[in-house]
């Protein structure tokens, strides 16, 4: 974590301090209902990484809860969300399979909280059931306002740090300086068992892009033996994209002119579902969703020629700014 030339203001540490309370007793509260319902979670950032990385002299904000769920279980956690006032953001079944994200957002209004539901993780290559066998193998318990939770061991928190870090992209400051900080707090034996964790799970790419984002994990990477080069989607999402630039290497890779019909279809004219995630004016109403679809095609042909140059990089294997 950056170093601060001043202490913070008592003020916002005890305004961290009280949000990230908020968010425990949330997650306790899910979790507690997912046991009754017989559904198997592993606890992913949030607390995890704050009882890891920080002490209390420096405390770390965290707006949302990260949970892992066990694949066949995905419903009946989708199904206790409901139950105590969360909603998804969007529903994924109307969305086409190449669309999907790792995870989908669950917000409750009433408090403000929000719960990542994740399914995989950014930047794995393996299927979700293989990817859940490997987590779920060994996990380190935390505990979480009174309840003792499921996380990640500490190789696996450093792997997940990583493959955030390369999701999100060198822009995410706060993403990319955790990185730092870990790099710093550990070991080569311990970023040697994350890197094998990466290797099982068809990760190293990503692995290795989030590491090399910053200067200690570049030296690290280089140590461990990761590669250097990228595929496109990799590394475009290590830079930070602009918007379009990954539609532009699903295109590329899609497999005939169908497929790629398909996705400019889907592109231009996203369900229903999409637009109002996407789009404040699609929520207000049939006719703000009409105005958001007329405006979808417009946004796309302003946002392409940033994409396309950003995508061509990435292609060419060129730094950012080249």
């Not at 509260?29 to 319902?37: D, G, I, Q, T, Y």
């Amino acid at each position: 974590m950056p170093q601060f030339e001043r202490p913070p203001h008592p003020s916002w540490a005890s305004g961290v301090v009280a949000g990230n309370l908020r968010v425990d007793w949330a997650t306790a509260e899910v979790l507690r209902a997912f046991e009754s319902a017989g559904v198997e979670s592993l606890l992913l950032k949030g607390a995890s990484i704050k009882r890891w990385l920080y002490d209390r002299s420096a405390p770390r904000p965290y707006g949302d809860c990260d949970l892992l769920v066990r694949p066949n279980d995905l419903e009946g956690a989708q199904r206790v969300l409901a139950e105590l006032g969360f909603e998804p953001t969007h529903d994924e079944a109307e969305m086409p399979d190449w669309w999907r994200e790792h995870a989908v957002a669950w917000l409750r209004h009433t408090d403000a909280v929000a719960v990542d539901l994740h399914r995989t993780l950014a930047g794995v290559g393996v299927d979700d059931e293989t990817l859940w066998r490997a987590l779920s193998a060994r996990t380190d318990p935390v505990e979480v306002a009174g309840f003792t939770a499921r996380a990640l061991t500490i190789p696996g928190r450093a792997l997940q740090l990583a493959l955030h870090a390369a999701q999100h992209g060198k822009e995410w400051g706060s993403v990319v300086d955790e990185v730092e900080l870990a790099v710093s707090r550990e070991d080569v034996t311990t970023w040697r068992a994350a890197a094998e964790l990466a290797a099982s799970l068809e990760a190293t790419p990503a692995f290795a892009a989030g590491l090399r984002l910053v200067p200690s994990g570049r030296a690290l990477a280089d140590e461990l033996g990761l590669p250097t080069n990228q595929p496109v989607d990799v590394a475009l999402r290590a830079a930070t994209p602009p918007p379009v630039a990954l539609g532009f290497d699903q295109l590329a890779r899609a497999h005939g002119l169908r497929a790629r019909f398909s996705i400019l279809r889907y592109k231009l004219f996203p369900p229903p579902t999409f637009m109002r995630k996407w789009s404040p004016r699609a929520r207000e109403g049939r006719l703000g969703l009409a105005l958001a679809y007329a405006w979808r095609p417009i946004w796309l042909l302003r946002k392409a020629p940033a994409g396309f140059r950003a995508w061509r990089r990435a292609r060419r294997g060129q730094p950012p700014g080249a």
